[in-house]
């Protein structure tokens, strides 16, 4: 089923978990124990990221496939065309048809910081509204694109970066999932302006729980996202390198932030697992216990 079907056919709110391919041996048992974890909690559906410039091609492809054929999870492949030809964009995406995939999120991708040397192909997309406007006539996914409530780190306004938003859906795509954000206001006022200017698909919020302070800081600076004084001073009170209370925050930060969404009324919560389960699972579980999931 594809993801804007679950919307339709269910009021309650979807729960779904991103994923990304395991980089080395330790990490992919860590990620098999996550899979399982998650996969108790019966989402409506996982998703899984594919690396710049195709870099976990092959990774995210056996990933999607053991999550839908040996998990029995819906799963919503990613896929990024930054530096990809025609050629490679068909041969990813045919192959995710052939294994069942029904809805994929496609976006632009950056490049690949790993690889000085990369060289785009000469016919590479140069927007994710280019892509969505080739899959769109070619394939019968349902396609999501990627939104950002504080704007595009390299946006000129955030006004701009939404005409652009909208030019995604006007091509085709049918739901937005967005980048992340601690407050919720940002993502009450990007939705705010999305239906003034006429996006009307669902706009489903992603959530990020704190896991360390290292990885909240960095991933912040990379994707543009504002640590909240709120966050700085609740972790500035918590004993100094004590992993356990800092998760336990964490938690508790989420937690409320997932309550507010809830109650406004969002289709549902995508949550950004960074390919752990030790603070999703309890979220998920008490929101349930309080009947708002
Ligand atoms: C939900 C989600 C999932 C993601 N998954 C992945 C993943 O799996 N792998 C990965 O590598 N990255 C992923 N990303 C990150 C994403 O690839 C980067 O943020 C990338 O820099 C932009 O992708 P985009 O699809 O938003 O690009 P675009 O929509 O093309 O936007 C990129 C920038 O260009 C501007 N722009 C857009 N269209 C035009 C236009 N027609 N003319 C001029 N300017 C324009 C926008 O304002 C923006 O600043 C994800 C992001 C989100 C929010």
């Avoid at 339709?8 to 992919?28: D, H, Q």
């Avoid at 192959?95 to 069942?100: M, T």
Wanted: hydrophobic share 40%.
């Amino acid at each position: 089923m594809k993801v804007t079907e679950l919307w339709k056919s269910s009021k309650k709110p979807t729960v779904s978990f991103e994923l990304f391919p395991a980089r080395s041996a330790k990490a992919a048992e860590g990620l098999e124990k996550t899979i399982d974890e998650i996969a108790a909690l019966k989402p409506d559906f996982v998703s899984v990221t594919f690396g710049a410039g195709g870099s976990t091609r092959e990774g995210s492809y056996n990933l999607v496939k053991k999550l839908i054929k040996d998990k029995g999870l819906r799963t919503v492949a990613y896929f990024t065309c930054y530096g990809l030809g025609p050629s490679d964009i068909k041969a990813v995406l045919d192959s995710y048809r052939d294994l069942g995939v029904e809805t994929i999120l496609a976006a632009r991708g950056d490049p690949p910081h790993d690889q000085p040397d990369f060289k785009p192909h000469p016919e590479s997309l140069a927007h994710a509204s280019d892509l969505v406007a080739f899959v769109r006539p070619r394939y019968d996914f349902c396609i999501a694109a990627a939104g950002y409530p504080e704007k595009h780190i390299e946006a000129q306004s955030p006004e701009k970066d939404r005409e652009y938003l909208k030019l995604k859906v006007e091509n085709g795509a049918d739901f937005v999932v967005t980048n992340y954000f601690y407050d919720n206001k940002s993502f009450f006022e990007f939705e705010d302006h999305c239906r003034k200017l006429g996006i009307k698909v669902p706009l489903l919020p992603g959530v990020m729980p704190i896991y360390s302070v290292k990885m909240m800081e960095n991933l912040a600076a990379l994707c543009g996202a504002t640590i909240s004084q709120e966050i700085r001073d609740g972790i500035a009170k918590l004993p100094a390198g004590d992993a356990g209370t800092l998760q336990a925050f964490g938690v508790d930060f989420a937690l409320d932030q997932c309550r507010g969404l809830l109650k406004h009324g969002v289709p549902g919560l995508h949550f950004y697992t960074m390919d752990r389960s030790a603070a999703v699972v309890p979220i998920v579980r008490r929101l349930r216990d309080e009947g708002l999931l």
